[in-house]
């Protein structure tokens, strides 16, 4: 199944950048992150994110956006506020109705650059993250946009082998998983090039 989707997915896209002229217009994003990990006894964390966007728009309803974004994300526990820094790279598919509407999917990497963790918590993350992206937004004729996202990380931020752990009936406890999620509520700009 994943499979399939993937080459129809690519066969998309391959038939709108051959059949479509298309619009380039460089952008800057930044905004507001509520940040958590899942399954881990500690409270949301309040950052920021910053970083450029290259919208591709290739019919009046379809962009491809890939974003280049610095996200602070973390947790706080104890109040203390814990950062773990990545470099977020991410296509957004943009989905235009009605005016200015839009509604945003698609995936990022993350690739973890810092954190202030403590040394036992530091060694254990591990420096990749897989993430989906999902939100819904508003752009206004001058090229000024807000909206609002949800991601929610893929890969555990520990590396744990929850395999190790099995339950009576052989399956991996899931229930353990630490996960990355984050609401992000943003406000981008593009410029035209026209």
């Given at each position: 199944?994943?499979?399939?989707?993937?080459?129809?997915?690519?066969?998309?896209?391959?038939?709108?950048?051959?059949?479509?002229?298309?619009?380039?217009?460089?952008?800057?994003?930044?905004?507001?992150?509520?940040?958590?990990?899942?399954?881990?006894?500690?409270?949301?964390?309040?950052?920021?994110?910053?970083?450029?966007?290259?919208?591709?728009?290739?019919?009046?309803?379809?962009?491809?956006?890939?974003?280049?974004?610095?996200?602070?994300?973390?947790?706080?526990?104890?109040?203390?506020?814990?950062?773990?820094?990545?470099?977020?790279?991410?296509?957004?598919?943009?989905?235009?109705?009605?005016?200015?509407?839009?509604?945003?999917?698609?995936?990022?990497?993350?690739?973890?650059?810092?954190?202030?963790?403590?040394?036992?918590f530091s060694d254990e993350l591990i420096g990749v993250d897989f993430a989906l992206m999902g939100g819904i937004g508003y752009t206004f004729e001058n090229g000024l946009a807000v909206d609002v996202r949800f991601k929610q990380g893929l890969v555990d931020i520990f590396g744990d082998n929850y395999n190790e752990y099995n339950d009576e009936n052989g399956n991996g406890n899931f229930?353990?998983?630490?996960?990355?999620?984050?609401?992000?509520?943003?406000?981008?700009?593009?410029?035209?090039?026209?």
């Amino acid at each position: 199944m994943k499979k399939c989707l993937a080459i129809f997915v690519f066969i998309f896209s391959g038939t709108l950048v051959s059949n479509a002229q298309f619009e380039f217009k460089p952008g800057l994003r930044g905004g507001v992150n509520i940040a958590k990990v899942t399954n881990f006894e500690v409270d949301s964390k309040t950052d920021f994110f910053v970083g450029g966007q290259f919208e591709l728009k290739f019919v009046d309803f379809y962009s491809l956006q890939p974003e280049v974004i610095y996200s602070r994300q973390g947790f706080k526990a104890d109040n203390d506020n814990y950062s773990i820094d990545y470099l977020s790279l991410g296509i957004t598919n943009k989905f235009t109705f009605g005016g200015g509407f839009n509604v945003l999917v698609g995936p990022t990497i993350d690739f973890k650059v810092g954190d202030n963790l403590p040394t036992f918590f530091s060694d254990e993350l591990i420096g990749v993250d897989f993430a989906l992206m999902g939100g819904i937004g508003y752009t206004f004729e001058n090229g000024l946009a807000v909206d609002v996202r949800f991601k929610q990380g893929l890969v555990d931020i520990f590396g744990d082998n929850y395999n190790e752990y099995n339950d009576e009936n052989g399956n991996g406890n899931f229930d353990e998983v630490k996960l990355n999620q984050l609401f992000q509520f943003g406000v981008s700009y593009s410029f035209d090039l026209k």
